[in-house]
């Protein structure tokens, strides 16, 4: 095992819809995703609410819409 400097932690921000919209989503398929009701996830998704995703949430979304600065989603290799 190869020891590596830690990655700098991905600061949450309030590009939600943007992102959703990046991965496919609708906002009803994206509250199902992460287990919220459409109007909390409306909720989170307005501009100018400082009631963003969680830390997790907000970087599953970043791995969905093929962002994040440190990893990217791979399909599962078949067996």
Same mark, same amino acid.
Request: net charge positive.
């Given at each position: ?13 309030s590009?939600v ?5 990046a ?5 009803? &398929?994206?509250? %199902?995703?992460?287990? +919220?009701? $459409? ?10 609410? !400082?009631?963003l995703l &969680?830390?997790? %949430?907000y970087?599953? +979304?970043? $791995? ?6 440190h990893f990217a989603?791979? !399909?599962?290799?078949?067996?």
């Amino acid at each position: 095992m190869v020891n590596r400097p830690p990655r700098p932690p991905v600061v949450v921000q309030s590009n939600v819809r943007e992102l959703r919209l990046a991965a496919g989503l609708s906002q009803q &398929s994206a509250a %199902e995703r992460f287990d +919220l009701s $459409l109007r909390v996830w409306q909720t989170k998704e307005a501009a100018g609410n !400082p009631t963003l995703l &969680s830390q997790g %949430e907000y970087e599953l +979304l970043l $791995l969905l819409a093929g962002c994040h600065p440190h990893f990217a989603l791979a !399909p599962q290799s078949k067996k």
